[in-house]
């Protein structure tokens, strides 16, 4: 699906978070305790999605036995830094949780948006004493809250989702990206989908014109959500699921969300999957394309391509070539979509069918 508007704010340079790992030539052993920059080697740069940051940085280290000539540096800066940065042609990868709008391709008929892996995005929430019971909340609800519609825990609106749940009657604290995010993107996405009266007023994007909300707190970055739903009992937060360990180790909640079905469910390999099927035959050529609210009993909501952005004619044929191998290695099952790198971060494997229509783009790196 095309944006419904174009982000005007893809420009805007987020805050870095996590800070750089760099991969270089090993000297001493596989994992590079002296590095050097040896004749012949390949620099790349991969800037953007947080939530596709904790996976590149385990790839990192994997890859260095494909290629030790491949230098690779990572920076978790938001989907908006990746998109913009990739498009100027100040990184070699940009990476993001959303595609290219029909505006972005208008101007960078260049890019190449190729899906690497299948995410899934979290709602979660810090509610003494009911962290562990799983609520219910579904899209019209929390556009309702992200819109200061529903401002307490015991609204009607979320009692009627959780007949029996004693709630607090306590302020919702609800917490949003501040810098140009996909994470964003995909949930405004969800709430466009499932509320027309959120769709009418708001929509989707990168960044979008939150609502002045009484207690609304704004963070940089999955890793600053993390930290804020931590450290505010009652609150609501979007978080990524390559997150989902530290929200766990953090004792926070993690709702089950309302499908297009009308069931409620957990953001599991299995709901990912279901809904993985109903979307994947609808991915075109070039994969540009939201996974969002697909219909299925099963399937959960909030599941997404995480994109690499890259150009497709590059500076040299070495750093494509480099390219090629590096995204070729990465959407291999017995590569970077391996179960073991999956799990890590509670993402899913690409389909098979959209491992090919991968590698077609890949193919026209040059």
């Known amino acids: 699906m095309p944006f419904r508007k174009a982000a005007s704010a893809l420009t805007r340079r987020s805050i870095v978070m996590g800070g750089v790992f760099a991969l270089a030539l090993a000297t001493t052993t596989m994992y590079g305790t002296r590095t050097i920059q040896a004749a012949g080697t390949v620099n790349i740069l991969e800037t953007g999605s947080s939530l596709l940051y904790p996976l590149f940085n385990l790839w990192v280290p994997a890859f260095a036995k494909v290629d030790p000539n491949v230098r690779i540096t990572t920076q978790s ?41 299948i995410s899934m995005q979290m709602v979660n929430y810090n509610l003494p004493g009911l962290n562990k019971d799983h609520l219910k909340l579904n899209g019209p609800v929390l556009a309702g809250i992200y819109q200061g519609k529903i401002t307490k825990w015991n609204d009607p609106a979320i009692a009627k989702l959780n007949p029996g749940v004693t709630l607090p009657d306590h302020a919702i604290i609800p917490v949003h990206r501040s810098d140009g995010s996909g994470d964003t993107f995909i949930f405004t996405q969800y709430l466009s989908f499932s509320d027309a009266g959120w769709n009418s007023s708001l929509s989707y994007g990168t960044t979008v014109s939150w609502p002045a909300v009484s207690g609304g707190l704004g963070a940089v970055g999955n890793p600053g959500m993390v930290t804020a739903l931590k450290g505010n009992p009652y609150s609501v937060a979007y978080i990524g699921t390559s997150y989902q360990d530290a929200v766990e180790k953090d004792g926070m909640g993690i709702a089950q969300l309302g499908n297009r079905d009308g069931n409620f469910v957990l953001p599991t390999t299995a709901t990912a999957k279901a809904a993985a099927a109903q979307m994947v035959p609808k ?33 040299s044929a070495e750093t494509a070539a480099a390219l090629r191998k590096l995204f070729t290695w990465a959407i291999s099952g ?5 179960p073991h790198f999956m799990d890590a971060v509670h993402f899913v494997a690409l389909p098979e069918a959209v491992v090919k229509l991968s590698q077609a783009q890949i193919a026209e790196i040059q």
């Open 77 to 117: 800066t938001g989907s908006g830094t990746g998109i913009s940065q990739s498009v100027a042609g100040l990184a070699q990868i940009g990476a993001s949780d959303a595609y290219l709008s029909n505006a972005m391709m208008k101007l960078h008929g260049d890019m190449l948006n190729i899906p690497l892996a």
């Open 283 to 315: 991915t075109p050529k070039d994969e540009r394309i939201s996974l969002i609210f697909a219909p299925g009993r099963e399937s959960y909501p909030i599941i997404n391509y995480e994109y690499a952005l890259v150009k497709r004619h590059q500076p």
């Open 334 to 338: 017995t590569g970077g979509n391996a």
